[in-house]
């Protein structure tokens, strides 16, 4: 055993040094954007989280059998380098990152299969989620987010009857005891698309570890480890997930035009000052903590929605398996009156 444990070592130990030298230039761009971008320094973060999610399913990995498959990690491998080669090529940096991931999830599948990749899918995607996006995608996501900003705080400052005038991302408003107009640009930075991947990423983190699962840890039974009759807690967990991260875009959305809103209707009392300095940080941070608040409501929300469903099904089921036997034997037959 100490042998086949020293074999797995050092073969894990080769395949890593393997990436790393084939992916040094790209691991680096990396942590350099996660250190320099703001939008996606929550990248500093992802490493950690990764190493946690793997020694807390350090039991798994190693109690679960695996079946390795040449020919789709082979597959996988190959498309990775070509997609690298084609980044460094094409001078694409998305490419080349996303690459990584291609090629991490093909040499699972090539060493320890499928069954493996099903417990590692939840670290590649929020290693995917990381990586920065095109920037010619980015402004078609970053724009329209600063024009919806813009329009909101334009229409929450009309509800206080705050004279305002709006051109593009550019707020135009006339401050108490002020002789001249001033204005407000709602920049990139104020857009939401910061907050928007920062929340998608902590969504994936909690939708994982908020995960419903029976108590005998199989994940597809109620508390007594038996399946349940009305659908199964993985399926459930599938589709919470799924809605869980789906409702990370408009919440920080909505949060963020809070926010814009929100200042712009403090500039007209205090200035356009307010805008920037110690007020700008803090209620970057409140909203952070509002957007997260929303999401754990929103969860809440599901998990008692999903208990009160399958409650009432439960019971419907059970009404259904009590008339199984009546129906079976059919109406009990007597014998009429006069017979011998």
């Not at 754990?296 to 208990?307: C, E, P, S, V």
């Not at 019971?315 to 009156?337: F, H, K, R, Y």
Request: hydrophobic content about 55%; glycine content about 8%.
């Amino acid at each position: 055993m100490s042998v086949i444990a020293l074999k797995n070592v050092w073969r894990t130990f080769a395949i890593l040094s393997a990436l790393v030298f084939v992916y040094a230039t790209v691991l680096v761009g990396l942590s350099h954007a996660w250190w320099t971008d703001e939008n996606y320094s929550h990248g500093l973060l992802i490493p950690f989280v990764i190493g946690y999610i793997l020694w807390v399913e350090r039991d798994q990995l190693r109690q679960r059998k695996y079946k390795p498959s040449m020919l789709w990690g082979g597959a996988a491998i190959l498309l990775a380098l070509f997609a690298l080669w084609t980044g460094v090529a094409g001078a694409e940096l998305f490419m080349q990152r996303a690459s990584l991931v291609l090629m991490l999830a093909g040499v699972v599948v090539y060493f320890w299969g499928g069954s493996l990749l099903r417990l590692v899918w939840v670290p590649l995607c929020l290693l995917l989620l990381a990586i920065p996006i095109p920037t010619i995608i980015f402004n078609k996501i970053a724009f329209p987010l600063q024009l919806f900003a813009s329009r909101c705080a334009v229409w929450s400052m009309r509800l206080f009857d705050i004279p305002v005038l709006r051109q593009g991302n550019v707020i135009e408003l006339m401050p108490l005891n002020s002789l001249e107009t001033k204005k407000l640009e709602v920049v990139e930075a104020c857009s939401g698309i910061r907050s928007l991947m920062t929340l998608m990423t902590l969504a994936v983190v909690f939708a994982y570890f908020s995960f419903p699962r029976s108590s005998n840890g199989s994940g597809n039974g109620d508390k007594s480890g038996k399946r349940q009759r009305f659908g199964s807690l993985r399926k459930w967990g599938v589709w919470r997930t799924t809605l869980l991260v789906m409702s990370a875009v408009p919440i920080a959305i909505l949060t963020n035009a809070l926010r814009v809103s929100g200042t712009g209707i403090l500039a007209r009392y205090y200035g356009v000052e307010i805008a920037d300095g110690f007020f700008h940080s803090f209620s970057g941070w409140v909203i952070y903590i509002a957007a997260f608040v929303l999401l754990f409501a929103f969860a809440r929300g599901l998990d008692r929605f999903h208990a009160l469903f399958s409650k009432d099904a439960s019971g419907a089921l059970e009404q259904i398996d009590s008339l199984q036997p009546l129906i079976a034997d059919g109406p009990p037959v007597t014998q009429s009156e006069g017979a011998d």
